[in-house]
């Protein structure tokens, strides 16, 4: 099995970074740097500094890291040390060896060559083992502090990962951190939280800037342009002639049949007569 290997990059460098922009949006982005600059400017309704105590956590984190990098440089150093010091002992014990061999010099040059390979194998070993160990010791290094920072709701940490993308994402997350709470000591509180309310003034006009274009993008992939720069044309409505068929006679219905009024009896009839003939004799 291959020897593990501690994760890469580390969250925090021994040395501050040189950012261009103290915000950091060149390293993570307008998004990750605004909510940044809003918690370094932010107070509790106690009017405590939130980012104070965030940048003082990010602080412990970064001499978490320089105390085990101290420890396993230390580590490194004595192994070589007590490495050397046994080189020194077995080479004077093999010379000592060779030196009363006589006659048996050659048998006893092989057997020294011999160990001389079994102590080198030996020290290559506890070399390996030194660098998994260390291995190990950063990785548990690297959980405790994304424990920490997620605790404290820091952009880009949600909890333990070895996704290597996402440590390369936390890692410059870190870097900003870094310089700021380096440049926080060198100036002081006041001076650096107006430095950033400047910033996260100036941030946050370009982040609204950016979301008005992205809307507009959005508007213009819903209705392409070629319908939206289109003059509108009026068109005339197209009036259809009814269609007649030529050569078939139309179908008449015959009228509705209407019962005959009865028959006027005779006697009436005579007298009705009678009537009509006197009215004009008098005109």
Same mark, same amino acid.
């Given at each position: 099995a291959s020897s593990p290997s501690p994760p890469a990059p580390p969250l925090f460098t021994a040395h501050p970074p040189k950012l261009g922009d103290p915000s950091g949006k060149d390293l993570i982005g307008n998004e990750t740097a605004l909510k940044l600059l809003q918690m370094l400017t932010a107070k509790t309704q106690d009017g405590k500094s939130v980012g104070s105590a965030l940048l003082d956590l990010c602080n412990a984190c970064w001499m978490m890291a320089a105390l085990k990098e101290d420890e396993v440089a230390k580590a490194q150093v004595n192994l070589e040390k007590k490495i050397i010091a046994d080189t020194e002992t077995l080479e004077s014990n093999l010379d000592a060896r060779a030196s009363v061999a006589g006659g048996a010099l050659a048998a006893v040059q092989q057997a020294n060559e011999h160990e001389r390979a079994q102590f080198n194998t030996q020290c290559q070993v506890q070399r390996e083992q030194l660098v998994a160990s260390s291995a190990w010791e950063f990785r548990k290094l690297l959980y405790t502090q994304q424990v920490l920072l997620s605790s404290a709701h820091l952009p880009g940490f949600t909890g333990p990962t070895v996704d290597s993308t996402v440590i390369a994402f936390? #890692?410059? !997350?870190?870097? !900003?951190?870094?310089? #700021?709470?380096? $440049?926080?000591?060198? !100036?002081?509180?006041?001076?650096? !939280?107006?430095? $950033?309310?400047?910033? $996260?003034?100036? $941030?946050?006009?370009?982040? #609204?800037?950016?979301?008005?274009g992205i809307k507009m993008e959005q508007v213009d992939q819903q209705y392409p342009t070629q319908f939206q720069q289109q003059p509108m044309q009026y068109q005339q409505p197209i009036y259809q002639v009814p269609q007649v068929s030529i050569g078939v006679p139309p179908v008449f219905q015959p009228p509705p049949a209407f019962p005959l009024p009865p028959a006027m009896n005779p006697h009436l009839m005579q007298q009705n007569q009678m009537y009509q003939q006197q009215f004009n004799q008098q005109h």
């Amino acid at each position: 099995a291959s020897s593990p290997s501690p994760p890469a990059p580390p969250l925090f460098t021994a040395h501050p970074p040189k950012l261009g922009d103290p915000s950091g949006k060149d390293l993570i982005g307008n998004e990750t740097a605004l909510k940044l600059l809003q918690m370094l400017t932010a107070k509790t309704q106690d009017g405590k500094s939130v980012g104070s105590a965030l940048l003082d956590l990010c602080n412990a984190c970064w001499m978490m890291a320089a105390l085990k990098e101290d420890e396993v440089a230390k580590a490194q150093v004595n192994l070589e040390k007590k490495i050397i010091a046994d080189t020194e002992t077995l080479e004077s014990n093999l010379d000592a060896r060779a030196s009363v061999a006589g006659g048996a010099l050659a048998a006893v040059q092989q057997a020294n060559e011999h160990e001389r390979a079994q102590f080198n194998t030996q020290c290559q070993v506890q070399r390996e083992q030194l660098v998994a160990s260390s291995a190990w010791e950063f990785r548990k290094l690297l959980y405790t502090q994304q424990v920490l920072l997620s605790s404290a709701h820091l952009p880009g940490f949600t909890g333990p990962t070895v996704d290597s993308t996402v440590i390369a994402f936390q #890692a410059k !997350v870190c870097s !900003v951190m870094h310089s #700021a709470f380096y $440049l926080r000591a060198r !100036v002081g509180e006041t001076s650096h !939280v107006n430095m $950033l309310n400047k910033q $996260l003034e100036s $941030l946050q006009k370009i982040v #609204a800037t950016q979301l008005v274009g992205i809307k507009m993008e959005q508007v213009d992939q819903q209705y392409p342009t070629q319908f939206q720069q289109q003059p509108m044309q009026y068109q005339q409505p197209i009036y259809q002639v009814p269609q007649v068929s030529i050569g078939v006679p139309p179908v008449f219905q015959p009228p509705p049949a209407f019962p005959l009024p009865p028959a006027m009896n005779p006697h009436l009839m005579q007298q009705n007569q009678m009537y009509q003939q006197q009215f004009n004799q008098q005109h």
